[in-house]
């Protein structure tokens, strides 16, 4: 029988259109791509400015200040999702939570752009943290409830690639935004830009949340469920307390005091994870704890994801040879997206030219205050004259590389698995991010063999360690991430989404804190393909060890994408 004029009326106010995705499905798109450009241009340069002591405007931290304090970022940064999530889910809504949220965020990435000292900086990190808190889980979270409808159910994985390749647009093409405005204005205008970006994807959002306000449904707390002042005073007051002995503790166990702080907050976190699903039944019980084991896997996963923010990115800057090749020279000139470097010193007195490098004892090489870092391991015999500049590509455009891949590579994947559907033989989710978190290993894999290429504190590597490194990282995150985020949405109880979202972000949370940790012991590491080799393994073996779980997990999964509870 066919559709009544009424009920065709209604499906199209509900979807947003009469076939295909909904309209709901582009706003979300086009709002999040444009809040991960202004996040991927801000963080794929906030090490190199923490670190820059050439540039007018860079902080010139050491490697481990700059990296304890970027890990630290990354880390609160995906923590926050938690309370965001809850507070949403159970008071203001989604849509109040995202507009919230990105507000606050632009108001960092400005704040970043205003020179000032350090408290400046915190203060505009903590904006941007405190934001994502609220813009992160809840913009995942209404995706989800909009593809919870029945005749979009088939289609919910299909939505979040869709809209996870809006996510890795923003975060292509933000960085050549980021190396033109750094390169020919200052750090200030690549923030500041990053907040414009961030303003524009509001203004979207609210010209067509309309199309999205059917999905933005509060669900008050349910029977068993724990009452927010329970949940303050059992997590978060906790969570504040053992943040201040992990600050306290003679000494530090784990490299700086904000790693012992951030990982004693997170216990009382974690455990309240754990106790709901103790207290849980049923079907519950099931589904909390199958995400539970994907949690505490995935995390070794994005270990290794954050390491961009950090470990890939002083390799990028110091140990790949950046200078470009003829082929991409004339582009990069034409739009301004070259660093410059060169070897004359700056501001410091030279009487001989010995002294402008040599050897230290641990044999790497040691160039003058002054000099520009990249030069450091380079022999001198190989150094253009003083009077002679050298072009390099950007630092930051090796960040682009990752994302340029998941444009290509996302149709392939896709149709891959649509290929093995037809046939009976595609993956359960659970099988995707086992095998995803494998490759993520190898790709760490090949950033060991990089390392032993060459003596790397003498002489650069090609450019292609890295670009195959990302490329084959890319592969992983593509059976990972998105899936992640589609199986948050259709396994956790629906009362609990936004909480469980925000679990999710918990694991990116905790994983780009250890990726941080390693990578603030660099400069301890005389084998870096120690350093690499570690994520490598604790990745792979992970993946492995899930395996054979996978068959049980699915079958929860399918039960929860049968319900509608």
């Not at 990105?102 to 108001?107: R, Y």
């Not at 919910?156 to 809209?163: C, G, P, T």
């Not at 290993?441 to 195959?468: E, Q, T």
């Amino acid at each position: 029988m066919p559709d009544s004029a009424d009920a065709v009326s209604q499906k199209t106010n509900l979807n947003g259109t009469s076939s295909g995705h909904p309209r709901g499905l582009y706003v979300l798109f086009f709002t999040e791509m444009w809040e991960r450009f202004g996040y991927y241009l801000m963080v794929g340069i906030l090490l190199l400015f923490l670190r820059d002591t050439i540039k007018n405007g860079g902080k010139g931290f050491d490697n481990a200040i700059a990296i304890d304090i970027v890990g630290t970022y990354v880390a609160l940064v995906y923590l926050t999702p938690f309370i965001g999530g809850l507070i949403a889910d159970r008071y203001i809504g989604y849509r109040r939570a995202i507009v919230l949220g990105g507000s606050l965020m632009a108001g960092g990435y400005f704040l970043l752009a205003v020179p000032g000292g350090n408290p400046l900086l915190f203060a505009a990190l903590g904006l941007i943290i405190i934001g994502n808190g609220f813009f992160k889980p809840n913009i995942s979270t209404l995706l989800g409830n909009i593809y919870n409808a029945d005749e979009l159910k088939a289609k919910k994985d299909s939505a979040y690639n869709i809209f996870y390749m809006g996510i890795n647009l923003g975060a292509f093409v933000c960085n050549f935004v980021a190396a033109y405005l750094r390169n020919n204005y200052g750090w200030g205008y690549a923030f500041a830009a990053a907040g414009a970006g961030m303003v524009v994807g509001l203004v979207w959002f609210m010209s067509g949340v309309k199309h999205i306000a059917h999905a933005d449904i509060k669900r008050p707390p349910q029977p068993g469920d724990m009452p927010f002042s329970q949940i303050a005073s059992s997590v978060f007051l906790p969570a504040l307390v053992f943040g201040v002995i992990g600050w306290m503790i003679p000494g530090n166990l784990i490299g700086s005091d904000s790693n012992d702080a951030f990982v004693f907050a997170c216990i009382p976190i974690v455990f309240f994870y754990f106790r709901l699903w103790a207290k849980s039944s049923g079907s519950d019980k099931r589904r909390l704890g199958t995400l539970l084991i994907m949690y505490g896997v995935v995390i070794l996963f994005w270990n290794i994801y954050n390491q961009n923010a950090t470990a890939l990115t002083i390799w990028a800057d110091n140990y790949t040879n950046r200078e470009m090749p003829a082929s991409v020279e004339p582009a990069l000139r034409q739009f301004n997206l070259s660093e410059t470097v060169s070897t004359k010193l700056k501001d410091v007195p030279v009487l001989d030219e010995r002294f402008r490098t040599s050897l230290g004892p641990d044999g790497k090489v040691v160039t003058a205050p002054g000099v520009d870092p990249y030069f450091h391991n380079i022999p001198r015999a190989d150094w253009p004259p003083p009077d002679k500049d050298l072009k390099l590509i950007s630092t930051e455009i090796y960040q682009s590389i990752n994302p340029f891949c998941i444009i290509l590579l996302t149709p392939i994947i896709v149709g891959f698995f649509g290929w093995l559907r037809v046939r009976g033989k595609e993956p359960s989710t659970p099988a995707k991010i086992a095998q995803g978190i494998i490759i993520a290993g190898i790709s760490s894999l090949l950033m060991v063999a990089a390392c032993l290429s060459a003596d790397i504190y003498h002489h650069k590597v090609s450019s292609g360690w890295i670009f195959s490194t990302y490329a084959v990282f890319t592969v992983s995150e593509l059976f990972v991430s998105p899936i992640g985020l589609s199986l948050v949405s259709k396994v956790s109880p629906r009362r609990l989404t936004a909480l469980m979202m925000g679990g999710f972000f918990l694991t990116t949370s905790l994983g780009g804190k250890i990726s941080g940790i390693l990578a603030g012991f660099w400069d301890k590491f005389e084998s870096k393909a120690l350093f690499f080799g570690v994520s490598a393994a604790a990745a792979i073996i992970a993946g492995l060890a899930l395996l054979p779980l996978t068959k049980r997990l699915a079958v929860v999964v399918d039960e929860a994408t049968a319900s509608s509870e």
